[in-house]
């Protein structure tokens, strides 16, 4: 059985650092695209981040340079350190796989779509 | 970035009705749209991938038709576990992007 489990948010001052983590278990981290989303309070999805199985990383614009997404495969753990934080960055992240159709190695093509989901943690930035 | 517009972004219904929420790209997206599902308090839950297929588990009365910019969810005889905030999301450039949200709630 594919789970996700995310953990590491907390209240953290403007400016700060956090390091989110994400177990994953019944897949190999590894072998499968990884994001991470996230959700404002009483606000819509934002996709913030993808690592994809053979190191290439996309982010948002909006945590671009602050925000950076790693793994390490022998703990089968997904990561997200988030750097100079911002009130705009409060929000419930998700950690999610992404699937792909279509893959040649460590290669996959659109349609990309996010089959897996964690229960979340909530990040929260305040004075 | 490829913005993408919902609506309506609630509607009311009753079980037993049909509903049709609106998924519209800012430019071609091919088919590489997906929905989800999201109940309050609850992480999201891919119902449709690639447009119109089914995750698995998913029931039926829930169906995807679109192409390029335009994109529909249809659920047929609303069931109560049903009411829920649905999102559209595209895959086809980064950065993927969501739907700000069609709410269902009960009439």
């Known amino acids: 059985e594919v789970q996700l489990v995310e953990s590491g948010g907390g209240l953290i001052q403007p400016g700060g650092s956090l390091r989110l983590s994400c177990a994953a278990s019944?897949?190999?981290?590894?072998?499968?695209?990884m994001s991470w989303v996230r959700q404002a309070p009483g606000k819509g999805l934002e996709w913030v981040s993808v690592l994809y199985s053979g190191g290439t990383t996309y982010y948002a614009d909006s945590v671009k340079g602050r925000f950076s997404i790693s793994r390490d495969d022998s703990k089968n753990t997904l990561y997200l350190q988030m750097n100079s934080l911002r009130a705009e960055d409060t929000a419930m992240y998700y950690c999610?796989?992404?699937?792909?159709?279509?893959?040649?190695?460590?290669?996959?093509?659109?349609?990309?779509?996010?089959?897996?989901w964690g229960q979340g943690t909530l990040v929260a930035v305040s004075s | 970035d490829i913005q993408m517009t919902q609506s309506p972004s609630s509607l009311s219904a009753s079980v037993g009705d049909s509903v049709t929420i609106a998924c519209r790209a800012g430019q071609s997206i091919g088919t590489y749209l997906n929905w989800y599902q999201q109940k309050p308090g609850k992480a999201p839950n891919l119902l449709i991938y690639s447009t119109s297929t089914l995750q698995s588990g998913v029931p039926s009365r829930f169906s995807g038709s679109g192409t390029g910019t335009d994109f529909t969810l249809t659920i047929t005889s609303l069931q109560p576990e049903d009411f829920a905030i649905y999102y559209c999301q595209q895959s086809f450039s980064t950065p993927w992007t969501f739907g700000q949200g069609t709410k269902v709630e009960i009439k």
């Open positions: 999610a796989r992404t699937q792909a159709l279509y893959c040649s190695g460590i290669s996959c093509y659109p349609p990309f779509y996010f089959d897996s």
């Open positions: 019944g897949f190999s981290v590894s072998r499968k695209y």
